[in-house]
C-alpha cells in the first residue's frame, strides 16, 4: 500500500517551459488536491477535485491547470512556467469527512 | 487567505518538556486537525477536533478548541527528540465545502 506517491520528486524547469506533475493515490479517495508550499507561507491550494472527471479552483490557480481522468490519478501542469511558480507542492487525497493523506512533495525550481 | 495562525512561529525546548502551539481561524468551522510535517517530506495527520468537542487527547498530544475564541492549541508532552517537525493546523469549514485551510505553521525543535 504506497499511499499517495508523486512524480517525479525532483525538477529544474527553464522560464517558459511546460512540465506536467503526477500524483496517484492507491486507496480508492474521492477526493484528491494540490497544494504549494513557500517558505512562511504554509500550504495554499491550487485546485481541488471531489471525484473523477471532476475539478476545481483552489486559492492561487492562475498559471495552473489539472485533470482527474481517473479515480486514482490527479495531475497538476504548468503551460508556460514562471520563476514565481519555483515551490515545493504537495498532493492530498482522502475520503470524504476524513483527514488528509499527503504524499513527500514535488521540488520545483523555475529558472 | 490563509485562515489559520499559528503563534509561535519557532519554539525551542528541552526533551522531556511539554511543547504548546496556539491557532487562531477567522469563520465558522465544522471541525479543526493538527498536521505535522517532518523536514523533506509530506504532512502527516495528528488529530481531529470537531467544533462541538472542547478537548480531545491521543497519545501525548492534547488538543483544546474554543470555539468562541476561534482558537485552538496542541500540547506535546514529555517531547522527545523525535518531535522535531514544523506542526500546522487547519480548518475544514464543513457545509459540503471539501476544502481545509492550513495555518503558517509552528517550527519546534527539541534539544536532546
Known amino acids: 500500500n504506497a499511499g499517495v506517491t508523486q512524480t517525479p520528486k525532483f525538477r529544474v524547469l527553464k522560464t517558459g517551459q511546460s512540465m506536467t506533475l503526477l500524483c496517484a493515490q492507491d486507496?480508492?479517495?474521492?477526493?484528491m488536491y494540490w497544494y504549494r508550499q513557500d517558505p512562511g507561507m504554509g500550504l495554499r491550494l491550487i485546485h481541488y477535485?471531489?471525484?473523477?472527471?471532476?475539478?476545481a479552483k483552489g486559492e492561487v490557480p492562475d498559471g495552473y491547470n489539472v485533470s482527474r481522468l481517473k479515480k486514482q490519478n490527479f495531475l497538476l501542469g504548468l503551460e508556460s512556467a514562471a520563476p514565481s511558480q519555483t515551490s515545493v507542492y504537495f498532493c492530498a487525497s482522502r475520503p470524504p469527512q476524513r483527514p488528509q493523506h499527503f504524499g513527500d512533495g514535488t521540488r520545483l525550481s523555475i529558472l | 487567505s490563509q485562515q489559520g495562525e499559528e503563534d509561535p512561529q519557532a519554539l525551542s525546548i528541552q526533551e522531556g518538556e511539554n511543547a504548546t502551539m496556539n491557532c487562531s481561524y477567522k469563520?465558522?468551522?465544522?471541525?479543526l486537525q493538527w498536521y505535522r510535517q517532518n523536514s523533506g517530506r509530506g504532512l502527516v495527520h495528528l488529530i481531529l477536533?470537531?467544533?462541538?468537542?472542547r478537548e480531545k487527547h491521543s497519545g501525548r498530544l492534547r488538543v483544546t478548541l474554543d470555539t468562541s475564541k476561534k482558537s485552538s492549541s496542541l500540547l506535546i508532552t514529555a517531547s522527545r527528540a523525535a518531535d522535531t517537525a514544523s506542526y500546522f493546523c487547519?480548518?475544514?469549514?464543513?457545509?459540503?465545502?471539501?476544502?481545509?485551510?492550513f495555518g503558517t505553521g509552528t517550527r519546534l525543535t527539541i534539544i536532546p
Open positions: 486507496m480508492n479517495h474521492e477526493y
Open positions: 477536533i470537531r467544533s462541538n468537542e
Open positions: 487547519a480548518t475544514d469549514a464543513g457545509g459540503g465545502n471539501e476544502k481545509l485551510t
Open positions: 477535485s471531489v471525484g473523477e472527471g471532476t475539478t
Open positions: 469563520t465558522s468551522i465544522n471541525n
